[in-house]
Nanobody, 122 residues
Framework: QVQLVESGGGLVQAGDSLRLSCAAS????????MGWFRQAPGKEREFVGAISRSGGSDYADSVKGRFTISRDNAKNTVYLQMNSLKPEDTAVYFC????????????????WGQGTQVTVSS
């Protein structure tokens, strides 16, 4: 069992930066590939990026070059650094622990946090 708690969301202006954190409980955090997803009102949850157990990462095209995922296994924490934020980045952001299958599919994640709101004003 892994419990995930996101933090760091807020209201920012276009062009600003934010860093989200996702703290995990449990001793098995380092064994999970972790993902970040987001969901805007009226839209489906979409893949933002993922990081492997060893630290390799991949991103959705919409955030590539602006967002960076990192992890600190000693602190059981995964981060999402978001730079050059745009109004279209406004959403609730979720972290999740991957189970199996393609990592860009939300249904392939086993544990989810409660989400943190990010609002970017123009």
């Amino acid at each position: 069992q892994v419990q995930l708690v996101e933090s760091g969301g807020g209201l920012v202006q276009a062009g600003d930066s934010l860093r989200l954190s996702c703290a995990a409980s449990g001793r098995t955090f380092s064994t999970y590939q972790m993902g970040w997803f987001r969901q805007a009102p009226g839209k489906e949850r979409e893949f933002v990026g993922a990081i492997s157990r060893s630290g390799g990462s991949d991103y959705a095209d919409s955030v590539k070059g602006r967002f960076t995922i990192s992890r600190d296994n000693a602190k059981n924490t995964v981060y999402l650094q978001m730079n050059s934020l745009k109004p279209e980045d406004t959403a609730v952001y979720f972290c999740a622990a991957h189970n199996s299958g393609p990592y860009s599919w939300a249904r392939n994640y086993k544990y989810w946090g409660q989400g943190t709101q990010v609002t970017v004003s123009s």
